[in-house]
């Protein structure tokens, strides 16, 4: 199902700017949706762009980085739901809420290791209270759709949904890959996005709130996903140089989509 209504909302940003609007979407009638396809994008949060959404690791008083707003929002306010991404973490279909109890463990959990006795030499196992930091949240996972609108003549992308990735470690403590925490309704998480303000390192009086940042595409992302008939990701037959050349094709493809319906 595409993402074709519109969202308009006045939102507090805080108490020296007074209320803000989220950006109107453009309604897009489903007749006028000539053409649309899925994509699924992935943001590095380690690439320079893209670091006012990484930074800071602790929250100052002015601003705080993306993930501590998400979570303060589901721990306190419940502004907004997270949804699960169910047993192999590729639900992203939002049909399964989670609840404050099931969010609370997943934030803080405690987990048993086996630590080498030094006197002994023998594993024993050691309880330890895990918490997920902002610093372990590297990459987040994007859910869009293009749509080709007829009537205005323009292509136009729709967020879907969002889903924070947090490291996945092995046993001896090595980066493994990285795994979606849970997935927000990017609609709804919308009204939140725009009462904070991410860091511009151009002007400080300037700052664009967080729903400025994705709506305007103010981040680097690659392509991970397309629909496709096997509904298959790219990992899951390319890998290295080769899945990068495989993303770049597709952002061209969908480029050139749009520029090819013109002649001159």
């Not at 992935?42 to 690791?57: A, C, G, Q, S």
């Not at 949240?137 to 924070?164: C, H, N």
Request: hydrophobic share 40%.
């Amino acid at each position: 199902m595409l993402l074709l209504t519109p969202l308009a909302v006045a939102a507090q940003d805080g108490p020296d700017d007074g209320p803000r609007q989220v950006v109107p979407l453009t309604n897009i009638r489903e007749a006028d949706a000539m053409w649309a396809r899925r994509v699924w994008r992935e943001i590095d949060l380690r690439e320079k762009v893209n670091h006012p959404l990484y930074f800071p690791l602790q929250p100052l008083e002015d601003r705080q980085c993306l993930f501590d707003v998400i979570r303060n929002a589901l721990l306190s306010e419940g502004s907004i739901t997270a949804y699960d991404p169910g047993p192999l973490l590729q639900d992203d279909s939002f049909t399964d809420p989670l609840t404050l109890t099931e969010l609370e463990t997943l934030f803080h959990r405690r987990d048993t290791v086996y630590t080498e006795d030094l006197e002994t030499g023998e594993l024993v196992p050691v309880v330890q209270d895990i918490d997920v930091e902002a610093a372990s949240i590297t990459r987040y996972l994007l859910k869009e759709d293009w749509v080709f609108d007829k009537q205005r003549s323009v292509m136009d992308i729709r967020i879907i949904g969002l889903a924070p990735m947090h490291e996945v470690l092995g046993d001896d403590g090595e980066l493994r890959g990285h795994a979606p925490l849970f997935w927000l309704y990017f609609p709804e998480l919308r009204f939140l996005l725009a009462q904070h303000k991410a860091f511009n390192r151009h002007n400080d009086a300037a700052r664009p709130t967080f729903d400025e940042v994705f709506t305007k595409r103010l981040f680097s992302s690659t392509i991970v996903k397309v629909s496709n008939v096997q509904d298959r990701w790219i990992s899951d037959h390319l890998t290295g140089t080769d899945a990068l050349l495989e993303a770049e094709r597709m952002k061209q493809d969908l480029f050139e989509f749009e520029h090819d319906l013109w002649h001159y």
